[in-house]
């Protein structure tokens, strides 16, 4: 529309120019240029119109891609369906891989070493949001589901392992091998409340009896019975893996496993925990003494500084530090005497292995002031005999280092001190008391 104006516009203007022309205006233009004039203004036309035509054709090409889009989208009134599932936690005793929860997307699970999985090791994230499959979790292996003992013989559960207890005519790791021997030295014979019925049926008119987990069957096929298996026995006759830290107690069936006073049972049943008496305030120390927790029990210590003589005297600024008080210019046995005393204290196991670094002592200078270029570190007292060695690990560090195994219970102290010199001249000493509690056990 609009270029069919702009041409009639212009075609009417060269007609007029024409028309003037003929009526006798100056600078007319003769035919040949009025014909070469229309036709400069023809071709003119002719591509804007192409143009515009072009113009048109990708504005309606993009309209119709733009109207395809918005009909594709949801209308307004419907719920979008979801683009992730819920986070996934590994399986206790186990572990998962994959961190993406959109769909399509998996998460794999795995079980650690002595458990087996128990249902889908990999899940995937459905389209409805949700995950496919149950959940997953990790279960015991039982070292004994697969009857490994034969004969009679009773499996007998252990830390990842298993052994069979065999009837009195058998014997052999899977109880394979026939023999006639007295009862085994793991067997309880002489108490009743360890004792139990079998149960028997008839198959293929034949009596099969069979005793529960933690007995075996002893006695003849026509008088039997089951006695305990004292499973505490058989892992110490058989000089293997311990199934307890520190005891093991045999009970009708079974066993279970006990700590010595003041320690308790872990979570795995076997093993032993120090009971810090300190912490959970069962202790009994008095106001102005402070509670050291120790390997199966505590201390109540309240630390003295040293006694005055001479100019020479300490003032208590905290529980366990000592401060000399300023000296007179003219006392050189004050300058030399120890600067500052403290007191550690330190629980250890028996039978700790060696060496092992226990202590570090460090200078530390005030801001502003240059600290010592020198430091020198020794043993100066205590009743060690020996089984310590202080050396310097850096610049502006000793440590006090165990080369001896110790066995508790015991005490040991041992004093150590640090000395400061400034262009080789001493400057200040500091003296650490240590307190080495050693307990009866290595847990």
Known sequence: ???????????????????????????????????????????????????????????????????????????????????????LEAPVHGRKFGSKYFIGHEVHFTCSHGYHLVGPGTRVCQENGSWSGVNTICKDVSECSSNPCQNGGTCVEGVNQYKCTCPQSWSGSNCQHQTQTAPPEWSVMNDPAFSRRPRCAKVDHAQHCSCDAGFHMSGTSDNSICQDVNECEVYR??????????????????????????????????????????????????????????????????????????NISYVKTSPFQCERNPCPMESRSCHLAPKTVSFHYLSLTSNLQTPATLFRMATASAPGRPGPDSLRFGIVGGNSRGMFVMQRSDRQTGELILIQGLRGPQDISVDVDMSEYSDRTFQAKHVAKVHVLVSAYNF
């Open 1 to 87: 529309m609009a270029l069919s104006v702009l041409r009639s516009s212009l075609l009417l203007l060269c007609l007029t120019t024409i028309h003037t022309c003929h009526g006798g205006g100056q600078n007319c233009m003769d035919k040949h240029q009025v014909v070469g004039v229309l036709r400069q203004m023809e071709k003119f036309l002719k591509g804007q119109e192409m143009r515009f035509t072009e113009g048109l054709r990708i504005m309606k090409s993009k309209l119709a891609t733009l109207q395809n889009s918005v009909s594709k989208l949801p209308q307004a009134d419907q719920s979008a369906a979801p683009s992730v599932c819920p986070s």
């Open 237 to 310: 006759l058989d000089q293997g893996a311990k199934l307890c830290v520190y005891e093991c107690v045999n009970v009708p069936g079974s066993y279970h496993c006990s700590c010595p006073s003041h320690y308790k049972l872990m979570p795995d049943g076997r093993s032993c925990e120090d009971v810090d008496e300190c912490l959970t305030q069962q202790h009994n120390c008095s106001r102005g003494t402070t509670c050291i927790n120790t390997g199966g029990g505590f201390q109540c210590v309240s630390p003295e500084c040293p006694r005055s003589h001479g």
